[in-house]
């Protein structure tokens, strides 16, 4: 099955750091790439959708100058959170969709960065 | 985009089948149904999906009436590993994207 990996799968930094998370999908090319961020007892939050190539399209509410989302290559996706604070703190994972053709693409998903900030 | 119900959480025993229903009533046309499950600290994983009527693989099958607007999700003999986090999802085509809803806290006793 389609294997989608994540880098680092958890990170301590400082008030004020930039931390990069990897998203890259191992056996498959992923076109579409989406990142979620997940507070404890939450659900899955949908952050930003990333295509190759082009821009991010954000949700409504997240900084895009503070998210700053990469997919530069059909198998990697990176977030970096700039200035990072305390309230950053989460889990974010990240999935991707290929290009199979028909009506619907299913989602790998990956195992998700928890990323504390103190 | 279609929005789901779940129940907030839901008990059961080892052993037993547990059934597990989505409310979708907004539910789209070219909309699948999608069922994921997740354990603390890692990424969804994808159990199971249907559009219409029922579906069965090794792990669950999935129940769809006529009118779409709900699912079911049975799980057999569950086991004390099945206690996690189950996400019914709606989408289409446009775009793949996803919206979670609560889920459902399964949790699976002794």
């Known amino acids: 099955g389609a294997v989608v990996s994540q880098h680092p799968s958890w990170v301590i930094c400082k008030s004020g750091t930039s931390v990069k998370i990897e998203c890259r999908s191992l056996d498959f090319q992923a076109t579409t790439m989406f990142w979620y961020r997940q507070f404890p007892k939450q659900s899955l939050m949908l952050m930003a959708t990333s295509n190759e190539g082009s821009k991010a399209t954000y949700e409504q509410g997240v900084e895009k100058d503070k998210f700053l989302i990469n997919h530069a290559s059909l198998t990697l996706s990176t977030l970096t959170v700039t200035s990072a604070h305390p309230e950053d703190s989460s889990f974010y994972i990240c999935s991707a969709t290929e290009e199979a053709g028909g009506t619907y693409n299913e989602q790998f998903f990956g195992p998700g960065t928890r990323l504390t900030v103190l | 985009l279609a929005k789901t119900t779940q129940p907030i959480s839901m008990d059961s025993y080892e052993g037993q089948e547990v059934n597990i229903t989505c409310s979708h009533n907004n539910i789209a046309t070219n909309d699948y149904i999608t069922w994921y499950q997740q354990f603390p600290s890692q990424g969804p994983r994808f159990i199971i999906q249907?559009?219409?009527t029922k579906v069965t693989n090794e792990v669950a099958s999935l129940f769809i009436p006529a009118d779409r607007k709900s699912s079911t999700l049975s799980l057999p003999r569950v086991s004390l590993s099945d206690t996690a986090v189950y996400y019914c999802?709606?989408?289409?085509?446009?775009?793949?994207?996803?919206?979670f809803g609560g889920g459902t806290r399964l949790m699976v006793k002794p």
């Open positions: 999802l709606v989408a289409g085509d446009a775009g793949n994207m996803l919206t």
């Open positions: 249907g559009y219409k």
